[in-house]
């Protein structure tokens, strides 16, 4: 009996082949090891360093993702269409108010360089300073000057919204700012974050990256989306990679009024970057709201154990409204990134405002608990 290609492949799959997902130059990096502190291979116990759902993706988009598998060597556009319907319709846009992406990152990107070469625009971005630093970090390279607010004690580390409006001038040419922000996981008051858009954004294009927005209270009324709709000059980004689990898989969009959109495409792929799998399998996970769900409440569930940990350790950790926590450290970051490494255990850390601190991502109760024996063993 004989089989197409297709058939072939579908059957390959199911019988045992497993999907890998290369790593992507717009993925948020993962620190170095330390040195003097290499870990065995296989003697991780829980990866807490980047972010990441793992519960994702999604059965329903693992399965997508199989059917369409076979269809990897047809290009997607059909798919990127009908991705792109799809996401104006739920945020409740016209289609040319979407731009896609691989993954935020790659929008991020594209709005740094368009901040950097359009015409007749400022030299500098104002930003929160630490907030998430993929834009930053391109801007930079290109030649932009990067001004940056610090968190600081006073404000409770929140984002000083007047203070970031001090700086706009005549050479802003962009305000960049993540909401709830990484790595504090403070999420800034979405009436006030909504009247300072609508003022500054009448000098200045704002850039509202929400790639944490689902893990707010109210993910709408805490998105700047319905500024946009308004014809405010705002931008805004949102990614799969967090609650639907894409973060290998790479899958984002950028809303926006068309003028701004039109300008910052010439930087970008227009979702031409996007695999087969990865846009049919979005595809699904957008509308799957039961998974959606179920990874917020185990993450949740995570946060929770989390926040009593430290509690019985003596630290006290920053309000978060996003699926990581950041908490202040007594040694020196470096030190306490390799000791809990030593203990099987990635995480990340910064030094802001004269203090060390610890980011650590909420994963399943199992890598919780291996950050709680690590957390104890080194206190």
């Known amino acids: ?5 297709r ?5 390959s799959m199911l019988s045992g082949l497993t999907l890998a997902a290369a790593p992507s130059a717009f993925c948020e990096p993962e620190p170095e090891m330390p040195k003097g502190y290499d870990v065995p291979k296989g003697a991780l116990k829980a990866r807490l360093s980047a972010n990441e759902n793992p519960y994702g993706p999604s059965p329903k988009a693992l399965k ?5 598998a076979p269809d990897g060597y047809l290009y997607a556009m059909e798919y990127a269409k009908q ?8 945020e409740g846009v016209p289609e040319d108010h979407v731009l896609l992406g691989a993954g935020s990152g790659e929008l991020l990107t594209a709005a740094s360089l368009w901040a950097a070469y359009r015409a007749n625009a400022g030299r500098t971005i104002v930003a929160p300073d630490p907030t998430f630093d993929a834009l930053p970090r391109t801007a930079v390279k290109h030649g932009i000057t990067m001004d940056r607010v610090p968190l600081v004690a006073a404000d409770g580390y929140d984002i000083n919204l007047n203070k970031l409006n001090e700086r706009v001038g005549s050479q802003t040419g962009m305000v960049y700012l993540c909401n ?4 504090t996981a403070i999420t800034v008051d979405p009436a006030k974050l909504r009247a300072f858009c609508e003022a500054v954004g009448a000098k200045t294009p704002i850039l509202v990256d929400e790639a944490y927005i689902d893990y707010t209270p109210d993910p709408k009324a805490y998105s700047m989306v319905d500024l946009v709709k308004k014809g405010s ?7 799969f990679s967090k609650v639907h689990g894409f973060a290998g898989l790479r899958a984002g969009y950028m809303i926006a009024k ?17 695999s087969m799998t990865t846009l049919r399998a979005a595809i699904v996970s957008l509308q799957d709201k039961d998974f959606v769900k179920f990874s917020l409440g185990k993450t949740q569930e995570s946060k929770d154990y989390l926040h009593k940990v430290l509690k019985e350790t003596n630290y006290e950790p920053l309000p978060s409204g996003a699926n990581f926590v950041m908490f202040p450290i007594r040694m020196k970051g470096e030190d306490f990134v390799g000791r809990m490494m030593e203990q099987g255990v990635s995480i990340r850390q910064w030094k802001f405002d004269g203090q060390y601190w610890c980011r650590v991502s909420l994963g399943t109760m199992p890598q919780m608990q291996a950050f709680a024996d690590g957390l104890k063993v080194i206190s």
Do not use: Y
């Open 180 to 183: 709830p922000n990484n790595p």
């Open 233 to 239: 000059n705002v931008i805004v980004t949102k990614t």
């Open 258 to 274: 068309p003028e701004l959109l039109e300008q910052i495409a010439k930087f970008a792929t227009g979702g031409s970057s996007m």
């Open 7 to 11: 058939d072939w492949l579908r059957a």
């Open 64 to 68: 997508t993702i199989t059917e369409a």
């Open 1 to 5: 009996m004989s089989i197409n290609r």
């Open 83 to 90: 991705f792109r319907k799809l996401v104006a319709d739920t």
